[in-house]
């Protein structure tokens, strides 16, 4: 059978990562193979994950790279060189250039933690996507997996997800409560809805 190859992107604990892994394992994710683990910084945890689950990876750095276009251009190759199909951003912390995601296009997810356009864009995410829906009051957040384009947050949609707001609740609650009920789940059925057409693609191609 073949299968869309993978590669996750990282910057810190990769529970999203672990959720991806966790979901192969079991077989929600079908017709992709998570074969590439690349994180932009060196003391990610989620090198760790890819460790243990026996999971080539990679680090680069824009420092150790000499900058933006380089790093892009060092990560290109090392997609390219693997044949990737698919690029997951799964709590990937820097912003990537037009010239990097027009070369993956409908190639390259990411999951967001809030409900686009809600709390999304430059400036937001991690906490602060939560602190933002806290501050403004709303009684419902949730995640969203979309397309990644050269617009920050600015892709096609794929899969949302509600997740309630409830009183006390602290950005840290309920950031944790968001990953649990809606990213966990959304990143892997994401994953697999994109790996089954890029395969169907593919077939065509052979």
């Not at 150790?64 to 892009?72: I, K, L, M, S, V």
């Not at 419902?140 to 309630?164: F, R, S």
Request: aromatic content about 6%.
């Amino acid at each position: 059978m073949i299968k869309a190859k993978i590669a996750v992107l990282v910057s810190g604990g990769g529970t999203n990562l672990q959720a991806l892994i966790d979901a192969e394992r079991a077989g929600k994710i079908k017709s992709g193979e998570i074969v590439l683990v690349v994180s932009n910084s060196k003391t990610a945890y989620a090198l760790e994950r890819a460790k243990n689950g026996g999971i080539e990876s990679l680090c680069l750095t824009k420092k150790d790279c000499g900058g933006q276009e380089a790093f892009e251009q060092e990560l290109i190759e090392a997609l390219d060189t693997r044949g990737i199909d698919l690029v997951i951003l799964a709590g990937f912390m820097s912003i990537l250039s037009e010239a990097f995601t027009v070369h993956y296009p409908k190639r390259i997810i990411n999951i967001h933690p809030a409900l686009i356009p809600s709390f999304c864009g430059k400036g937001y995410y991690g906490l602060k996507v939560h602190e933002a829906a806290l501050q403004y009051g709303v009684k419902v957040t949730g995640a969203t997996v979309h397309y990644v384009n050269e617009i920050p947050d600015g892709g096609e949609i794929i899969l949302q997800k509600a997740v309630n707001i409830r009183p006390g609740d602290t950005p840290e609650v309920l950031q944790r409560r968001v990953m649990e009920q809606a990213e966990w789940k959304l990143l892997p059925r994401a994953a697999e809805l994109v790996c089954r057409r890029l395969v169907k693609e593919k077939g065509k191609t052979i």
